[in-house]
């Protein structure tokens, strides 16, 4: 079974930073471009982050463009999102979850979020 | 890619069919998901690329459409189907959502 565990979240203060982290079971992440997709609390959802299977392409939300750095290690089976320069309205849940079936967002092709970890609620405030 | 999703709640009781639109502000192709939330739990797949059902979902969940309409009906509406439900395009980056539609119980 395919499954995805965040870690990281916390209380952070306006400018601080904070890493999230998710790990892979059950499929290997290399071959998946993968994203983070974050909801405030009572709000909808809205994609954040991705990268591809080999780690050379990443994409941002205009939101968190130059303060958000995605990254990924495949030999640990693990993706991260790394969030500086933290903003009241990054109060968040943030999920990653898997860019089902494909290995870039380049070409075109098609893709859906599944699986979905459970999610880690980053929370910041003075 | 803006998605409008409507209508943003409905009332309905066990039994009835339910009917949510989602519009792309451009054309799309199929390149339309769906997907269910529960209170305090992550969001699930539900339909990929407009019509096909996930595995293990039940079949009175059925999505249709292409270019920039389209609808998410349940049919026989069962208690665990209250929920609120999100579309998302994945034809451009950014990848964009709908605001979601609550389904709450009559």
């Known amino acids: 079974e395919e499954q995805l565990l965040e870690s990281g979240g916390g209380l952070a203060r306006p400018g601080g930073s904070l890493r999230l982290s998710c790990a892979a079971s059950?499929?290997?992440?290399?071959?998946?471009?993968m994203s983070w997709v974050r909801q405030a609390p009572g709000k909808g959802l809205e994609w954040v982050s991705a990268i591809s299977g080999s780690g050379t392409r990443s994409y941002y939300a205009d939101s968190v463009k130059g303060r958000f750095t995605i990254s990924r290690d495949n030999v640990n089976n693990t993706v991260h999102l790394q969030m500086d320069s933290l903003r009241i309205e990054d109060t968040a849940t943030y999920y990653c979850a898997k860019d089902h079936p494909i290995y870039d967002y380049v070409g075109g092709i098609t893709s859906w979020f599944d699986p979905w970890g459970q999610g880690t609620l980053v929370t910041v405030s003075s | 890619i803006q998605m409008t999703q409507s209508p943003s709640s409905l009332s309905a009781s066990v039994g009835d069919t339910v009917t949510i639109t989602c519009r792309a502000s451009?054309?799309?192709?199929?390149?339309l998901n769906w997907y269910q939330q529960k209170p305090g739990k992550a969001p699930n797949l539900l339909i990929y690329v407009a019509s096909n059902l996930q595995s293990g979902v039940p079949p009175r969940f059925r999505g249709s459409g292409s270019g920039t309409d389209f609808t998410l009906t349940i049919t026989s509406l069962q208690p665990e189907d209250f929920a609120t439900y999100y579309c998302?395009?994945?034809?451009?980056?950014?990848?964009?959502f709908g605001r979601g539609t609550k389904v709450e119980i009559k």
């Open positions: 998302q395009q994945s034809y451009g980056v950014p990848r964009t």
């Open positions: 059950g499929f290997s992440l290399d071959r998946y471009a």
């Open positions: 451009q054309s799309i192709s199929t390149y």
